[in-house]
């Protein structure tokens, strides 16, 4: 018999009746911890049904029921093999916020590879421990919990990870709390993504039914242009040299309105169909032929300028003359285009401007072509949360599909796309184009 149960059994009766039932007392204590955890993550996260506001609260909660000082929630992209913090609470934690670090490394690829939880009680010594993390923040991490989110079965979705407890070192019966609000939490993301799933089905289907009817509507419009445009021809042909001045310049402006109209009216449908595509995740092969990028870019402000001086913004363009002939598909370009500068204009104050600029990248293989306002530009979130399968949007309904178009044009370029913006100052994309696609030159 060990030396432990002799002093134990040596114990008067007393004694060791109250230390079983401080023994009992603290597990009913853990027991009432986790009860209490599992209630506040259940009503925390199933008043959600948005997947950004699921993983805040599963967060949030998990930390105060532990009193830590910081946490993060990485969610995997099977598509960059990445680790992404989707949400941080801690000390200059928005920073984190859509960086991805690798998904095989630091603790957090460990736990997510593995599918089981680990607690680290001396991070610093701990060699997998993803020190440039620490360093963005300036946050010292002492210990950690790292567990994955993850169903009953299959792979995990993600990691929570809950740092420094406030008044001991984490322990396994802090993970056993944290065990539970982990499983309830993938629950409900996996939930909420499958509520917008629903949600982007029945957008699709309403999206088919739009895409019909405005074909529908639009025929007779274009139909009607051209009659108009014949009588119009038709009229002029008659008159009298005499008068023909002023019935000139009439005649020119008529023609380039209903040259507007029929074009607007065809780039209209194909622009719905270029949102029903997206949501969908499907996309016809891009149509790569030479093209003008001034041309494009003309015709976007062709179309924008009476709306932008509607609202007192003035459309300008520079470089554009400049920039050769590249291989790309026209109708693409064109939306993203028309993309990036309509939605500049509602964030725009009356007086201010929107430029387009181009100039041809130092390797001489690509150009960039810059969408620049004045506008009240973008907090860090929504900055960080563009061309990415979580934009947030900040217009009232407003689902985001807009950059998704951007951005899904700008890959089947084989480009990239950046955005600097400053709240109070406006914002600039800048689309960089390869002068030929890979694509294309793979063809």
């Known amino acids: 018999m060990s030396n432990k149960r002799d002093a134990s059994a040596s114990k008067p009766p007393v004694e060791r009746r109250r230390a079983s039932r ?16 599992a209630r506040r993550i259940c009503q925390a996260v199933y008043q959600r049904i948005k997947e950004e506001e699921v993983v805040e609260k599963a967060l ?24 992404v913090f989707r949400h941080a609470i801690g000390p200059k934690a928005e920073i984190l916020r859509g960086k991805g670090i690798p998904w095989d490394k630091g603790i957090a690829g460990a736990v997510f590879k593995s599918g089981e939880p680990e607690i680290i009680t ?5 060699r997998r421990h993803y020190e440039d993390i620490d360093a963005l923040t300036g946050f010292e991490t002492r210990d950690m919990i790292a567990l994955p989110l993850k169903l009953w079965e299959g792979q995990p979705i993600g990691v929570m990870e809950i740092l420094n407890k406030r008044d001991r070192p984490l322990n396994d019966d802090d993970l056993a709390i944290l065990t539970i609000i982990s499983a309830i939490s993938a629950v409900a993301i996996e939930h909420a993504r499958l509520a917008e799933e629903a949600k982007l089905a029945e957008l699709i289907r309403l ?3 739009i895409s019909h009817d405005l074909q529908n509507m639009l025929t007779p419009a274009v139909a009607g242009a051209r009659i108009v445009q014949t009588e119009l ?9 005499r008068d023909v001045s002023k019935a000139r310049a009439s005649h020119r402006r008529c023609h380039s309105m209903l040259n507007v109209i029929t074009e607007t009216s065809w780039r209209i449908q194909d622009r719905v169909k270029a949102i029903a595509d997206c949501v969908k995740g499907l996309s016809s092969p891009p149509q790569f032929d030479r093209c003008q990028v001034r041309s494009v870019v003309n015709s976007v402000v062709e179309m924008l300028e009476v ?16 920039l050769p002939e590249i291989v790309a598909d026209e109708r693409r370009l064109f939306n993203a285009v028309y993309n990036l500068v309509n939605n500049a204009i509602p964030e725009t104050p009356p007086g201010g401007a ?9 390797d001489g293989k690509s150009l960039v072509l810059s969408v620049a306002d004045t506008g009240r530009g973008m907090p860090p979130e929504v900055v960080q949360s563009l061309f990415t399968p979580h934009t947030i949007s900040r217009k009232p309904g407003g689902t985001g599909l807009g950059t998704k178009i951007v951005k899904d044009v700008v890959d089947s370029h084989g480009g990239k796309i950046t955005v600097e913006s400053q709240e109070g ?3 600039t994309f800048h689309v960089h184009l390869p002068l030929v696609p890979p694509a294309a030159r793979e063809a």
């Open 22 to 37: 401080r023994r009992e007392d603290e597990r009913l204590q853990q027991r009432e911890l986790e009860l209490e955890a």
């Open 60 to 83: 949030r909660t998990a930390m105060e029921v532990l009193g830590a000082e910081a946490g993060s929630v990485l969610l995997a992209d099977p598509k960059s093999r990445q680790l």
């Open 122 to 126: 001396d991070v610093k010594r701990d």
């Open 207 to 209: 999206l088919g039914d």
């Open 233 to 241: 021809d038709e009229l002029i042909g008659n008159i009298e040299r």
């Open 307 to 322: 709306l932008a001086k509607e609202k007192k913004i003035s459309l300008k363009t520079k470089g554009l003359g400049s």
């Open 354 to 362: 929107i430029t387009i600029s181009g100039r041809l990248d130092p």
């Open 425 to 427: 100052r406006g914002t």
